[in-house]
């Protein structure tokens, strides 16, 4: 359970089927079949309110250890990261997944190892690799303001800033995905999500020039495309219009 629980955070949810490569593998290293584990994914996913809230039920026969982990996911992401990933490592699960940890280009600029032990630092960076992929699967690998689908030009950006709220670092709800350029400008401020899931920016660059306005004003009011899974959190998203967001 915690295997798949973990592959569900991983790969987008199109790709949760038996016949996905990856998923085969996974299985042969746990010694199960394919259909069994896309099986597992398929329950594990009628448990998202960002799936079943477009119509999508999975499967119905969800176990209440399915439903006990589940919960256990939500309540403690930063646990349940590093327990994954290393369980996944060890089992040569996450060797499998695209694009591979070293290719992720995470930046050392969100990351606070202040007083950090070894230790610490290793946990934080592997949960960090999990947050990425988790947030970026979620939205198919493409930002979700301008549909750019280059991974190493892509972000997994915090709604609520990493220094603010510990507790949701690694929470998939508090990640959008987004190009380098509107990560850097949602983290500045000058740009937001409305609640009806719309780009607002900032009147303070108004007068910026022809790239900005190409680049960013372009897309004031324009929809984003919303996740497959772990929709973002309305909560995270009024954080970040009233304490970030430059009106």
Known sequence: MLVALYLYCQIPFGRMHSRNPEVIRCAELIDRTPSALAMKLTNIASLDPAITSTGRRGLANVSTADKAMWEEMQTDWGRFAVEAQRTASALGIAAHLEPAIDELGISDDVLDYTGGSKAAQVRIRIGQAFFRRAVLSSYNYRCCITGLAIPMLLVASHIVPWRV????????????????????????GVITIAENMTVSVSKRYSNSGGFFETAISIYDGQPIVLPEKFRPDAGFLSYHREHVFQR
Do not use: E, Q
């Open 165 to 188: 709220d510990a507790k949701n670092r690694l929470n998939p709800r508090n990640g959008l995905c987004l190009s380098v350029l509107h990560d850097r400008s949602f983290d500045a």
